[in-house]
Nanobody, 128 residues
Framework: QVQLLESGGGSVQSGGSLRLSCLGSGYTYGSYCMSWFRQTPGKEREGVAT???????TYADSVKGRFTISQDNAKNTYFLQMNSLKPEDTEMYFC??????????????????????WGQGTQVTVSS
């Protein structure tokens, strides 16, 4: 059974930093797309960053230059380093993974329904 567990959320002041972790278990994906999403109640889930099994990354314009996604493939662990945090970054953050079955594939966070495996989320709160 695939499980994803996020951690590292918390409360910080504007300009501060947090490092989120996502520990995956119950699977071994040779090729995959992994993404961090965030959501505020009543709003759509927004893709923040992606990383694939080749190490390629993408970022939402709102976090470029501030957030860095990374991974430890051997440990099925993924990270989101968040610097220069702003109050508008206050949301619940989720990690998601989707296996890919072709050598060449697209990895984006434009559509949450592309991902079948999700964690429960970790709350990030940034105060001004």
């Amino acid at each position: 059974q695939v499980q994803l567990l996020e951690s590292g959320g918390g409360s910080v002041q504007s300009g501060g930093s947090l490092r989120l972790s996502c520990l995956g278990s119950g699977y071994t994906y040779g090729s995959y797309c992994m993404s961090w999403f965030r959501q505020t109640p009543g709003k759509e889930r927004e893709g923040v960053a992606t990383i694939d099994s080749h190490g390629a990354t993408t970022y939402a314009d709102s976090v470029k230059g501030r957030f860095t996604i990374s991974q430890d493939n051997a440990k099925n662990t993924y990270f989101l380093q968040m610097n220069s945090l702003k109050p508008e970054d206050t949301e619940m953050y989720f990690c998601a993974v989707e296996p890919k079955h072709t050598v060449v594939f697209t990895c984006t966070a434009q559509d949450p329904t592309d991902f079948g495996d999700w964690g429960q989320g970790t709350q990030v709160t940034v105060s001004s």
